[in-house]
């Protein structure tokens, strides 16, 4: 199954290609039209966890590293010249799972061309995938019935632009024309935008993939840009009010263009880091919007700039009135959060507060949330 799985198109899929294009023009006479030759994968996975580096070095370099960002790829590794211009290390102690990653070139910072490109910490960011994990299918492409994701514009008063969002439909939505479906608003993370949930998320894949096993009810996901702030400079300057702009503009607009069923009960919000804050705000903010919130790695509070839910969650009867599914998630090695957030969440359990909590081993990174978001649609919309 690993040679299966190293395989996988969900490894090598972005933005910039679908199928891996990693080839050289070799060009011949004038007569011939050139042929290809094969590049090597920026990051060889050689089975065994072990991972080979390699990156087309420029005549004047003298040394080059590749530095993970720390949590689950923590390590330094100095690449040595190889054959044909490339200069190559193999590193055996980085864990499984979803790793960003900077190349440097005599100390300069040098996106390599051989790998994956994400959007992460506000920059275009070189990224891999060791195989393994707690699911290791979870996110992989696979032969079951697949979903599709457009992209949609809508216009928004608060900034008075016109915004994007990213909407993944089910797979039967265009066989099924008289079939409606709840909703899930889900935000990236701080430094990320809305293509996150996709590229290094692989939400798609996962929803598809939990689809065909029964485990989650039918639903659209619409992913938004995160960064939402009023002209004025009012509001929150660190966190933006993409919940305003979700419930002024981005609903309307979803409930007029999809199928949706539209109702609060059928409406949830979620995400992870800074979207998990936004998250946590926004429902907290307008429970008549939406009655389920996810909060992944973001900590969880009752109490902030517009709501004050201490009441509500300290009383079984008003929470169950109120929210359908409330669940928080964190990695194990998120600490101090995930053991503070257990135990927050262990008092309410006890006199009957039902919050979800979900922990799996995991730093801040696309394994928790994907973990995480797992298990959230698995409660969604029962």
């Given at each position: 199954?690993?040679?299966?799985?190293?395989?996988?198109?969900?490894?090598?899929?972005?933005p910039?290609?679908?199928?891996?294009?990693?080839?050289?023009?070799?060009?011949?006479?004038?007569?011939?039209?050139?042929?290809?030759?094969?590049?090597?994968?920026?990051?060889?996975?050689?089975?065994?966890?072990?991972v080979?580096?390699?990156?087309?070095?420029?005549?004047?370099?003298?040394?080059?590293?590749?530095?993970?960002w720390?949590?689950?790829?923590?390590?330094?590794?100095?690449?040595?010249?190889?054959?044909?211009?490339?200069?190559?290390?193999?590193?055996?102690?980085?864990?499984?799972?979803?790793?960003?990653?900077?190349?440097?070139?005599?100390?300069?910072?040098?996106?390599?061309?051989?790998?994956?490109?994400?959007?992460?910490?506000?920059?275009?960011?070189?990224?891999?995938?060791?195989?393994?994990g707690?699911?290791?299918?979870?996110?992989?492409?696979?032969?079951?019935?697949?979903?599709?994701?457009?992209?949609?514009?809508?216009?928004?008063?608060?900034?008075?632009?016109?915004?994007?969002?990213?909407?993944?439909?089910?797979?039967?939505?265009?066989?099924?024309?008289?079939?409606?479906?709840?909703?899930?608003?889900?935000?990236?993370?701080?430094?990320?935008?809305?293509?996150?949930?996709v590229?290094?998320?692989?939400?798609?894949?996962?929803?598809?993939?939990l689809?065909?096993?029964?485990?989650?009810?039918?639903?659209?996901?619409?992913?938004?840009?995160?960064?939402?702030?009023?002209?004025?400079?009012?509001?929150?300057?660190?966190?933006?009010?993409?919940?305003?702009?979700?419930v002024?503009?981005?609903i309307?607009?979803?409930?007029?263009?999809?199928?949706?069923?539209?109702?609060?009960?059928?409406?949830?919000?979620?995400?992870?880091s800074?979207?998990?804050?936004?998250?946590?705000?926004?429902?907290?903010?307008?429970?008549?919007?939406f009655?389920?919130?996810?909060?992944?790695?973001?900590?969880?509070t009752?109490?902030?700039?517009?709501f004050?839910?201490?009441?509500?969650?300290?009383?079984?009867?008003?929470?169950?009135?109120?929210?359908d599914?409330?669940?928080?998630?964190?990695?194990?090695?998120?600490?101090?959060?995930?053991?503070?957030?257990?135990?927050?969440?262990?008092?309410?359990?006890?006199?009957?507060?039902?919050?979800?909590?979900?922990?799996?081993?995991?730093?801040?990174?696309?394994?928790?949330?994907?973990?995480?978001?797992r298990?959230?649609?698995?409660?969604?919309?029962?």
């Amino acid at each position: 199954m690993y040679k299966e799985n190293v395989n996988n198109q969900a490894y090598y899929s972005y933005p910039l290609f679908f199928d891996d294009v990693h080839k050289e023009l070799i060009m011949g006479d004038r007569s011939k039209t050139g042929a290809y030759k094969p590049l090597r994968q920026g990051a060889e996975l050689l089975g065994g966890g072990k991972v080979r580096f390699n990156f087309l070095a420029p005549e004047d370099a003298k040394t080059i590293v590749v530095k993970g960002w720390g949590g689950s790829m923590a390590g330094t590794y100095e690449l040595k010249p190889d054959v044909d211009g490339y200069w190559s290390v193999t590193a055996d102690d980085i864990r499984d799972g979803f790793h960003y990653c900077d190349f440097y070139v005599n100390g300069v910072k040098t996106p390599n061309v051989l790998m994956p490109y994400g959007y992460g910490g506000f920059t275009p960011v070189n990224f891999f995938e060791m195989p393994g994990g707690i699911d290791p299918e979870l996110y992989l492409l696979k032969d079951v019935p697949h979903g599709t994701v457009r992209m949609s514009l809508y216009d928004c008063k608060m900034t008075g632009k016109t915004r994007c969002c990213w909407i993944y439909t089910p797979p039967k939505y265009d066989e099924e024309p008289d079939k409606r479906y709840p909703v899930l608003y889900l935000q990236h993370g701080g430094g990320e935008n809305e293509i996150g949930w996709v590229w290094q998320g692989k939400v798609n894949n996962i929803a598809d993939n939990l689809l065909a096993e029964g485990r989650i009810s039918e639903m659209i996901i619409v992913m938004n840009d995160g960064y939402a702030f009023h002209p004025d400079g009012s509001g929150n300057e660190a966190m933006g009010n993409i919940d305003d702009v979700l419930v002024q503009d981005c609903i309307p607009f979803i409930d007029k263009k999809f199928r949706t069923i539209a109702d609060r009960d059928h409406r949830a919000m979620a995400g992870l880091s800074m979207g998990a804050i936004q998250s946590n705000a926004g429902v907290m903010k307008h429970p008549d919007v939406f009655a389920n919130v996810g909060i992944f790695s973001g900590g969880f509070t009752l109490t902030g700039d517009g709501f004050d839910m201490t009441e509500v969650f300290a009383d079984a009867k008003k929470f169950n009135e109120l929210f359908d599914v409330v669940f928080v998630a964190a990695g194990e090695q998120e600490q101090p959060m995930c053991d503070r957030v257990a135990a927050q969440i262990a008092e309410m359990n006890k006199i009957g507060v039902g919050v979800h909590f979900y922990s799996c081993p995991g730093y801040h990174e696309w394994d928790t949330w994907r973990n995480a978001v797992r298990h959230f649609m698995e409660l969604l919309f029962k």
